[in-house]
């Protein structure tokens, strides 16, 4: 039987939820539950970005689709197709940050995810 899922959603690629997301991913003492596997929908580059200037790195597959997932407990699944602008304000960024929480309502509307 498959694991539950959970979605994240990015926040805002210029503000800090890629940040936060990243540091509860990481903390010890947050381990993630072996019974969910967890899914960040928005785009991988403002978490590539984190790396390169903190360290703080998620190793997770990129998917496009949620049909992709396997068995990894993390997945990015990218749900924005245009440019955004990591750390910046930008008007790229709040339509990066709605399709995250769009995709990832409309996939919890049809039991995909909880």
Same mark, same amino acid.
């Given at each position: 039987m498959p694991k539950p899922l959970i979605v994240l959603t990015m926040g805002d690629p210029g503000g800090i939820g890629p940040e936060v997301i990243a540091k509860t991913l990481?903390?010890?003492h947050l381990q993630l539950? +072996?019974?969910? $596997?967890?899914?960040?929908?928005?785009?991988q580059e403002p978490?590539?970005?984190?790396?390169?200037k903190t360290g703080l790195k998620i190793s997770a597959p990129v998917i496009h689709s949620? +049909?992709?997932? $396997?068995?990894?407990?993390v997945y990015f699944w990218e749900v924005f197709k245009g440019p955004i602008k990591p750390g910046k304000v930008a008007v790229v960024n709040a339509h990066a940050a709605f399709a995250s929480l769009k995709d990832a309502a409309e996939a919890a509307v049809y039991s995909q995810v909880q």
């Open positions: 990481k903390r010890s539950s +072996s019974r969910f $596997q967890y899914v960040i929908a928005g785009s978490f590539q970005l984190l790396n390169k949620l +049909s992709q997932i $396997q068995k990894d407990p």
